[in-house]
């Protein structure tokens, strides 16, 4: 394939450069976007039509993957290579074609019943083998495309068609499966939250190996409002941590921060009680995600108080690709490969 | 010391053991030393499903049968000519397929009360008379294995391990084999154990001895080297057959193999051997489960990998939906099924013909896909081949319907050379292919090519071709989602029509007397039994034809005209009569089903009585 070249994104170091300068409007598909109007989803499809030309990349080595659901029509919208698959196999399509094409930046699109319900297996393992893949988990809390069931993220009680007395269902919380799942990326961010949005998919990119990012994302038709807490202007700044490297944990308002009780466990504390040298900082880079997923515990399911926004945990471990193309190098360094004589073996006779 | 040497024109020989017992092992050794002799042979493993079932019981017991002869054969034999039976249960469990006169060796260390009882013999068979009629060896086979070994520094459990070495010895004495392979093997096998490989050689050569120095065996049997087609030999068994037809595609096709798997039996050597074979480019991944294994192969195959998923028939009921995905994507894929004995978990390490319809119809919607089946374990590695073209050409994934009996079986394999394998490269997709109105061009990822109905294969990273695909139903040509009721009846009889014009060699007859008014018909790994029984047939006078089917969807194109030259057609299969059903629907032939599910192939002998009755009838 194309010759490599040195980017800034370490993961797309092989991915050959795009020959120009481009721009969003390189990377949208002729095709007519067919979300429901006021769909959060239009939003996150601009925002990542945006960022693609930061990454500078050829963009038909840019590849997207998805499963079934509505999140997963985003493919046929993004002028790259792209496959809409079935529901909930994506991550492993993916791992298939980013494991035999390193050249290619691999995308996967989501949602939260296609991830987390009747593909949560393929999820973790994606995960805890970390091939190099991007994997944006656009949650609603609910079943979209099917007409409003509820979903693995959708709160306990919640009333819907086919919960009609409320979910009995204890839901999933993404980021804490993704810690638990030996992630080396968790992120999440706010569909309506542009520049963070932004920023969120660069700190992915730039990750070597696979990065999960859970996008709090609106259904204005079956679950409107279901992240409205996190979004508008009166409570979302005493309702949310902001997670920065490097920064203590507070709320975005700075009346609350994280501090670290004698028991070992994390505990929210007015920082004007405390003072702000008691505060966590936070540490993206930790080996140990225990912090990371005592983090992703601290929010209400219900409320959404306390709820971290950001990069959890990014921390280095070669990549399952990298650790695949090194095996077959060294294979290729230490043996024959005539096919006859592979095929004669060591046991032969002769008829003559 | 020479004993009379009798000449004989083929043996049926059976190991059978405890599961601990290394019967496979044995029976590898000997198939062989017996290859490497000149015999044709065909062999047939047949263990349990459990590692180790409790000692001593029936369930337990492992054998492993071996037919060799100085003529072309292509079953491993109906009834043995010797048993090997290494302790009660072994005996029991083969007894009744042993017939009268035949030579039983016995473990007699093994016959001990409790053994005996475990197994339900009220009394030892070995002295209430029950074996008269056979030529019984008694061997104290353990304890003589042990006394060999004095003076090696090995436990005592060690030292009765070697056991089955000293009945492999005895054996190679009595039917003239040859022995060095056997030592070398050792030699490679215990190489960093040398006390265990001094045992396991002694213990060889004492079996050896006792053969030579015993009066219990008077003669020593000879079965002279087959006459067999020039060319250079090797001992194949199945699977390994079939990984390297997938490596020889590969090279071939100049596409590198990526095999996405999940471990089942009994198609995981397929895995554990490509695995092994990196240096050709051949890529492994053990995926999370059945599901992930094909779609890593489908994302391969995107790509532009030669992508492969190897399963048996519960890991194809999960597959179904990804393989419906390649056939609406038409990317190239092929999905081997081993299959074994079903429904559900089933027979694991038995064999079966019942997956034929799962392959045909086992998806939702109209979703053709082409099936080959292999005959014989060396014809794996053709019948891979030519799943590979078949994929590769049309753009389609493609069953290869292997089963348990080809797969662990095992022939003398005349390897081919490398240059007569054919050209299977293929043509990427590199530049535009539609020209608008405007005069301007664009990629249409579903525009076809006019002969063979395939549409491009275009990789990721190829400039300007940049498109997406998908399960949704999609325009003819353009490839854009389409809810058009016209486009969809014409996407799916496109599809359709696609495989159908899948172009297959004609399905060839063996009738060598001409006059016959009977066709056999079977597919897959009932070649053997169906060609022995014709054989057999014929040789009592009764004209009969024979037909197999590698191909099975499409079928060739001969084939109705093939089926109306007969009055009966005949249709043998390990099932109920899935082919017999294809066969009565497509080409109204009142086709006569024969089955068996035993999980185990069919005898030649009863099959020759099945065509005695049809030839009598007409």
């Not at chain 1, 297996?121 to 994606?126: V, Y």
């Not at chain 2, 092992?25 to 000997?30: I, K, S, W």
């Not at chain 2, 394998?421 to 579903?446: I, M, S, Y």
Request: glycine share 8%; aromatic share 8%.
């Amino acid at each position: 394939m194309s010759e490599a070249v040195e980017l800034g994104f370490p993961s797309l170091r092989l991915v050959p450069k795009a020959e120009g300068k481009q721009s969003a409007k390189d990377f949208k598909s002729d095709q007519e976007v067919r979300w429901c109007p006021g769909c959060g989803d239009y939003a996150i499809l601009a925002g990542v039509q945006s960022f693609m030309p930061e990454l500078g990349l050829a963009k038909e080595n840019i590849v997207w993957i998805s499963g079934i659901g509505c999140s997963s029509r985003f493919p046929y919208y993004m002028n790259t290579f792209g496959m809409h698959s079935i529901h909930g196999r994506a991550p492993a399509i993916a791992s298939g074609l980013a494991i035999t094409r390193p050249d290619l930046s691999v995308w996967v699109v989501t949602g939260d019943g296609d991830a987390l319900s009747i593909g949560g297996n393929h999820l973790i393992h994606a995960l805890r083998r970390n091939v190099n893949l991007k994997i944006l988990l656009f949650n609603n809390r609910i079943y979209g495309l099917t007409k409003g069931q509820y979903s693995p993220t959708s709160e306990l009680g919640k009333v819907t068609k086919s919960t009609p007395m409320g979910s009995l269902d204890q839901p999933f919380n993404p980021v804490s499966l993704a810690l638990g799942a030996e992630a080396t990326f968790v992120a999440r961010t706010i569909d309506s939250d542009r520049k963070h949005l932004t920023e969120t998919l660069r700190a992915a990119a730039e990750h070597e190996g696979t990065a999960l990012v859970e996008i709090y994302q609106n259904c204005n038709i079956f679950n409107d409002g279901a992240w409205d807490p996190l979004k508008d202007a009166e409570h979302r700044d005493s309702l949310t941590f902001r997670l920065e490297h490097g920064q203590p944990i507070t709320l975005v308002d700075g009346s609350r921060g994280v501090v670290r009780a004698a028991d070992g466990s994390l505990q929210i504390a007015d920082v004007s009680a405390v003072g702000t040298d008691a505060l966590l900082i936070h540490d993206v880079h930790s080996e140990d995600p225990s912090v990371a997923f005592a983090l992703s515990r601290m929010s209400d399911p219900m409320s959404l108080a306390n709820t971290p926004i950001g990069v959890f945990r990014d921390v280095r471990r070669t990549p399952y690709d990298a650790l695949f193309a090194e095996q077959m190098a060294a294979a290729k360094a230490g043996g024959s490969d005539d096919l006859a004589t592979l095929l004669a073996g060591s046991d032969t006779w002769e008829i003559t | 010391m020479g004993k009379q040497t009798v000449q004989l024109d083929r043996v049926i020989i059976r190991f059978a053991g405890d599961s601990g017992d290394g019967m496979q092992l044995t029976g590898d050794q000997f198939t062989s030393r017996t290859a490497s002799f000149g015999n044709d042979l065909s062999t047939l493993p047949d263990f349990p499903a459990e590692i180790r079932a409790p000692a001593g019981t029936i369930p337990g017991v492992s054998a492993f049968q071996l037919h060799f002869a100085d003529h072309d054969i292509t079953t491993a034999g109906d009834t043995p000519n010797v048993l090997v039976a290494m302790n009660p249960a072994a005996l029991k469990a083969n007894i009744r397929d042993i017939p009268r006169g035949a030579d039983i060796i016995v473990n007699t260390d093994e016959f001990t009360p409790r053994n005996l009882t475990k197994v339900g013999y009220d009394t030892n068979p070995l002295e209430d008379g029950s074996l008269q009629s056979y030529a019984v060896h008694p061997i104290p086979l353990t304890s003589m294995t042990v006394e060999a070994l004095k003076g090696i520094e090995i436990t005592k459990k060690e030292a009765e391990r070697a056991k089955n070495m000293f009945a492999l010895g005895l054996l190679s004495w009595l039917y003239h084999r040859p022995t060095e392979g056997t030592v070398t093997f050792l030699k490679q096998k215990f190489a960093k154990k040398p006390e265990i490989l001094a045992a396991n050689i002694t213990a060889f050569e004492a079996g050896w001895s006792y053969g030579e120095t015993t009066e219990d065996f008077s003669v020593q049997y000879e079965v002279k080297p087959a006459v067999m087609a020039p060319g250079r030999y090797r001992n194949m068994s199945g699977n390994l057959a079939l990984a390297y037809g997938l490596i020889a595609a590969s090279q071939r096709a100049e596409l590198p193999l990526f095999l996405g798997s999940y471990p089942i039996t009994p198609a995981s050597d397929i895995l554990h051997e490509l695995a092994k074979h990196k240096r050709f480019g051949v890529m492994t991944f053990q995926a999370e489960d059945e599901i992930a294994g094909i779609g890593a192969a489908l994302g391969a195959s995107y790509g532009g990998m030669l992508g492969v998923t190897t399963t048996s028939g519960p890991g194809v009921a999960l597959k179904s939906e990804t393989i419906g995905l390649a056939v609406s994507l038409e990317l190239p894929l092929v999905i081997v099924d081993v299959q074994r004995g079903g429904p559900s978990t089933g027979l694991p390490t038995k064999t079966e013909q019942a997956d034929l319809l799962q392959a045909m119809f086992g998806r939702n919607g109209e979703a053709p896909v082409p099936i080959v089946a292999p005959r014989s374990p060396g014809d794996c590695f053709d019948a891979a081949i030519e799943a590979v073209r078949i994929a590769t050409t049309y753009r389609t994934p493609v069953f290869l319907l292997s089963d348990g009996y080809v797969a662990n079986g095992s022939e003398p394999w005349s390897i081919p050379e490398v240059d007569s394998l054919p050209d299977l490269r293929v043509q990427f997709a590199t530049e535009h292919n539609h020209t608008k109105a405007d005069g301007t061009t664009e990629f249409w990822p579903f525009l076809r090519d006019p002969e063979t109905l395939a549409r491009p294969w275009a990789v990721p990273g190829t400039k300007g071709l940049e498109h997406r695909i998908g399960g949704i139903e999609k325009a003819d040509g353009t490839g854009n989602i389409s809810y058009d009721a016209d486009n969809h009846e014409k996407m799916v009889r496109l599809r359709q029509a696609k495989i159908d014009g899948i172009s297959v060699p004609d399905l060839e007859v063996d009738d060598p007397d001409g006059d016959a008014r009977v066709l056999v018909l079977g597919w897959g790994s009932t070649y053997g039994p169906i060609n022995a029984a014709c054989q057999m047939s014929r040789r009592k006078g009764s004209s009969v034809a024979q037909a197999h089917l590698r191909h099975l969807n499409p079928f060739p194109a001969n084939t109705a005209e093939v089926l109306r030259r007969y009055d009966k057609v005949v249709i043998p299969e390990m099932n109920l009569g899935q082919l017999a059903l294809l066969i009565r629907g497509r080409f109204l032939v009142d086709a006569i089903p024969y089955n068996q599910v035993r999980g185990l192939p069919f005898r030649a002998e009863e099959l020759a009585g099945v065509i005695k009755d049809v030839v009598a009838s007409v």
